[in-house]
């Protein structure tokens, strides 16, 4: 980030950042529009790969501009990655740690030297907004960091253990944490950076190899990072870079018998498939699924109301409710009810709305078609059998017309019986509930399949209640930088509960790194 400048930026510090950065990224964004519409290489094996078929990036701010031309790999791509995955193990799994740690922490200084130009193409390729869109690559940098300061800091993960009480024997007990092999990382549009870059790190500095592929609308910023990572002096085949369609090259990954673990973050949908699809292999591999989310934020009439309204809409509509930490659900206790929602209604009024790539806009479009569709048909299911308070409807003036620009919307009166308060829209949707008391609203928050993060405005002893009783693995209370967004590593570890997420761990937290290593255990028996 700015050098210069004392300033982290975080997704909590991220709203009012210095004037340096508005101007390096509006350089680096110049500089990136001159390189529209070029082609981009995969990076199998030490080196750019093309397909013959391929496919074009294109923005949703507008759909006329080709962002870039990428290789559309199938099976034989899968291959040809896996392969030279699988060659590279023996020779990076012996690297030693520190070795490893070192050329993992230069990819990720890479990262922060060239973050504006991440920044620049995440605003045009997922539309996200410019703080969001740096957010994205600091914390990729930063979680890369954590995973190598993890390993540090355990030496390695070998200790020994105790001795046997043997007589005329000593045995010497040595467990040894040792990567798997061959992993996967398969990640989404929404953080196309940090969870492709943030797994991968993890897997890497493990000493796994990986072969990464990253969602088909956002193939650019990852290209980006595959460069980090060459850059970096990583050897030949130690990852690879992949593009293509979810169902062929994705599905082909998933099904190849060396592929050892996978880490996948997307739609429980998509995940819940992959998960089966990878059981069917010859013996039980790690699957490391980070899965959606319908996150309830729970408002008691001992809410700062102030506080709580900026949590709240940020949570709501930052990144277009595109997060899978979306504050979606929004239970009000009766006594503040009328209050509250008409200053979340006054506050959504006053949201900017346009090309993300300007300093004054907050929202920038939805994705792609389908959530431009999506977002109509709930749009209209949702009028019939609530109350629409704002939004509820798409975005066609002037230049809005070219993207896929949908108006935040507030949703009340909608029966707790209707499936949208259960199923993950991802768009920006929120539902408004009114609740008698937190333990009503405790219910509903908990009433869901999805566990990832959860917020409450409230006093200490409802704070302490809510902690206790919230089915989710990222809880915040009373907090104005986000009602259940903004999660840093090393601040608030990332991972979901229930069907958010499979592996109890969160990512930037304690216990993540290991998820890459199986144990091995090693006895040696001397006489005495
Ligand atoms: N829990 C988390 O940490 C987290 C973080 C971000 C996003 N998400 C979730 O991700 C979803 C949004 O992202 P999305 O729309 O890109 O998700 P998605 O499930 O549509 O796609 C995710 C990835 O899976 C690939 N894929 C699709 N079909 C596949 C198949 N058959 N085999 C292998 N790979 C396949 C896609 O190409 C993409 O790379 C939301 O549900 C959101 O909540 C979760
Ligand atoms: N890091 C993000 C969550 C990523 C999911 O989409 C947050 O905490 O807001």
């Known amino acids: 980030m700015a050098e210069s400048s004392a300033f982290k930026l975080t997704y909590a510090t991220m709203f009012n950042p210095p004037e340096e950065l508005h101007t390096r990224f509006e350089e680096a964004l110049k500089d990136k529009k001159n390189h529209l519409g070029e082609e981009h290489a995969m990076f199998i094996d030490g080196k750019d790969v093309k397909t013959d078929e391929k496919f074009n990036d294109i923005s949703p701010v507008d759909t006329d501009v080709v962002l870039g031309v990428f290789q559309k790999g199938g099976s034989e791509t899968a291959n040809q990655a896996i392969a030279a995955a699988k060659k590279a193990f023996p020779g990076w799994s012996h690297t030693p740690w520190e070795k490893r740690i070192e050329l993992l922490r230069k990819a990720a200084s890479l990262m922060d030297e060239r973050i504006y130009e991440f920044g620049a193409v995440m605003a045009m390729e997922v539309g996200k907004n410019r703080t969001e869109a740096l957010g994205d690559a600091a914390e990729t940098a930063d979680l890369i960091r954590y995973a190598c300061d993890q390993v540090e800091a355990h030496k390695g993960f070998v200790y020994e253990m105790g001795h046997d009480p043997l007589v005329g024997y000593k045995a010497d007990n040595i467990s040894v944490l040792r990567p798997y092999g061959v992993w996967l990382v398969i990640s989404p549009f929404n953080f196309p950076c940090a969870l492709t870059g943030g797994p ?73 498939k992959l ?83 300007d300093r004054k806009i907050t929202l ?57 308060w259960k199923h993950e829209m991802f768009l920006p949707i929120s539902t408004i509930g009114k609740v008698k008391n937190l333990d009503e609203a405790i219910q509903h928050a908990n009433n869901v399949s999805y566990g990832l993060t959860a917020g409450i405005y409230g006093n200490d002893d409802e704070i302490a209640t809510f902690f206790d009783r919230i089915e989710a693995g990222v809880n915040y209370a009373n907090r104005p930088q986000g009602a259940t967004t903004g999660a840093w590593p090393g601040f608030q570890p990332f991972g979901g509960w229930k069907g958010s997420g499979s592996s109890g761990k969160n990512a930037g937290g304690l216990y993540y790194v290991q998820l890459y290593m199986h144990e091995q255990i090693r006895t040696r028996i001397r006489k005495a």
């Open 364 to 420: 920038g479009p939805v994705i792609n078609k389908k959530s431009y569709n999506d977002f109509q048909n709930f749009v209209d299911d949702l009028r019939h059998s609530g109350k629409i308070l704002t939004g509820g409807k798409i975005l066609t003036d002037g230049a809005l017309a070219k993207g896929y620009f949908c108006a935040p919307t507030l949703v009340e009166n909608l029966p707790y019986t209707h499936k949208l």
């Open 200 to 272: 991968a790190g993890a897997a890497l500095a493990a000493g796994n190899t990986i072969v990464m592929k990253p969602a088909s609308d956002t193939p650019w910023t990852a290209r980006l990072l595959a460069e980090c990572f060459r850059d970096a002096g990583l050897p030949a085949g130690v990852f690879n870079y992949v593009t293509g369609g979810g169902s062929t090259l994705g599905q082909a990954l998933i099904e190849h018998p060396d592929v050892a673990g996978v880490t996948f973050t997307g739609s429980y949908d998509v995940g819940m």
């Open 275 to 357: 998960y089966r699809d990878f059981a069917a292999g010859q013996w039980v591999r790690p699957a490391i699924l980070e899965l959606g989310g319908k996150n309830p934020v729970i408002v008691t009439r001992h809410a700062d109301l102030e506080t709580a309204t900026v949590g709240i809409i940020r949570s709501a509509f930052g990144l277009q409710g595109q997060k899978c930490s979306a504050g979606s659900r929004i239970y009000i206790e009766e006594q503040i009810y009328d209050a509250l929602v008409a200053r979340l209604v006054d506050a959504t009024n006053k949201l900017t709305i346009g090309d993300p790539t």
